[in-house]
Nanobody, 116 residues
C-alpha cells in the first residue's frame, strides 16, 4: 500500500488549504485513516482521524477549524483546513490502517507553512 499526500503550501494566517492523501497499490480495505503534524524539533502528533464508519476525532487545537473526510470509493483522505494559524505550520503526514495488517502505512508528508 502506498500513500501519496498533496495539497500543502504557503498561506497567510486566516487562509485555507485542503490536503489530500490517495491510497494505492492493490486490493485492500482500510480501517482508520488519519492526519498527523510534525513541527520542527517536535514529535509527530495526531491532528485528526476518521474510522471506516466515518467517526471523526480531532486534536483540541484544530477542532472547529479543520475537517477530515474520506472518499472510500477513491481510497482518498482529505483534510480541509480553515482559519490557519502560524502554529499549524509543519509537515503533515497521512496514515492508514489496512484490514488484516497490524501496523500503519504512512505517506511521505506535505509541508504546510502559515505566515503571520
Amino acid at each position: 500500500v502506498q500513500l501519496q499526500a498533496s495539497g500543502g503550501g504557503l498561506v497567510q494566517a486566516g487562509g485555507s488549504l485542503r490536503l489530500a492523501c490517495v491510497a494505492s497499490g492493490g486490493s485492500f480495505s482500510i480501517n482508520t485513516m488519519g492526519w498527523y503534524r510534525q513541527a520542527p524539533g517536535n514529535q509527530r502528533d495526531v491532528v485528526a482521524s476518521i474510522s471506516s464508519r466515518g467517526v471523526t476525532s480531532y486534536a483540541g487545537s484544530v477542532k472547529g477549524r479543520f475537517t477530515i473526510s474520506r472518499d472510500a470509493a477513491e481510497n482518498t483522505l482529505y483534510l480541509q483546513m480553515n482559519n490557519l494559524k502560524p502554529e499549524d505550520t509543519g509537515v503533515y503526514y497521512c496514515n492508514a490502517y489496512v484490514v488484516g495488517v497490524g501496523y500503519a502505512y504512512w505517506g511521505q508528508g506535505t509541508q504546510v507553512t502559515v505566515s503571520s
